[in-house]
């Protein structure tokens, strides 16, 4: 049972446009989502968080978007740089559970 | 650098046997986490430990245990290795208990022959 999904495995964008990775949640329970950042051959890395009751944080070029009555949630990166090419995971937690993890989505760009 | 430290990078071992992964957490942290990722799949959380005790589990098999020593340090068994337990395996910790202020380290891969 895949309670957060990445539909997207992997994503090319140009370098300099918008970014847009996409997480879908089943659970409506969850009140708190991450995104995580990983490079090969290393951990994922926290990337930006959101609470279940904002609908939007932003943190330099990265803005994470929450969308709870279509349990949604949206990362932006603009503009989008070679550095930022890695795989993404979105991750979901309730309360003080075990954090829930996307399959990733493998994002390439293209200089 | 996370500052989570785990030994080995790399393993590999035939079908049967048994393995010890090793996780260093950060400097002050208390809680340890253990990870699965197999191929094209998310992080799977087995279990977590926090300042010496079990916390909470996952998805962790029968066949998996684990332990936090007092110097705080943690180690992964895994026994009677099956070829789907190949993955990698990551280690992550933070100060509490708090889920979502991990800090990740940089795995091990298991490869079972």
């Known amino acids: 049972d895949q309670q957060v999904k990445q539909n997207s495995p992997s994503l090319s964008v140009q370098e300099g446009r918008i970014s847009i990775l996409n997480c879908d949640y089943t659970?409506?329970?969850?009140?708190?989502f991450l995104w995580y950042k990983k490079y090969p051959a290393e951990g994922p890395t926290f990337l930006i968080s959101?609470?279940?009751?904002?609908d939007k944080n932003e943190d330099g070029r990265f803005t994470v978007f929450l969308n709870k009555s279509a349990k949604h949630l949206s990362l932006h990166i603009v503009p989008s740089q070679p550095g930022d090419s890695a795989v993404y995971f979105c991750?979901?937690?309730?309360?003080?559970?075990?954090?829930?993890f996307g399959t990733g989505t493998r994002l390439t760009i293209i200089p | 650098d996370s500052g989570v430290t785990q030994t080995p990078k790399h393993l590999i071992t035939a079908t049967g046997q048994r393995v010890t992964l090793r996780c260093s957490p950060r400097?002050?942290?208390?809680?340890v986490y253990w990870y699965q990722q197999s191929l094209d799949q998310g992080l799977q959380f087995l279990i977590q430990?926090?300042?010496?005790?079990?916390?909470a589990k996952g998805n962790i098999l029968e066949r998996f245990s684990a332990q936090q020593f007092p110097d705080l340090h943690s180690e992964l068994n895994l026994s009677s290795l099956e070829l789907g337990d190949s993955a990698l395996y990551f280690c992550?910790?933070?100060?509490?208990?708090?889920?979502?202020?991990?800090?990740f380290g940089p795995g091990t891969r298991l490869t079972v022959l």
């Open positions: 992550a910790s933070s100060v509490g208990s708090k889920y979502n202020e991990q800090f």
């Open positions: 659970n409506s329970m969850f009140d708190y």
């Open positions: 959101i609470s279940s009751i904002k």
């Open positions: 991750a979901a937690v309730f309360g003080n559970e075990k954090l829930t």
């Open positions: 400097s002050g942290d208390l809680s």
């Open positions: 430990y926090y300042n010496g005790e079990e916390r």
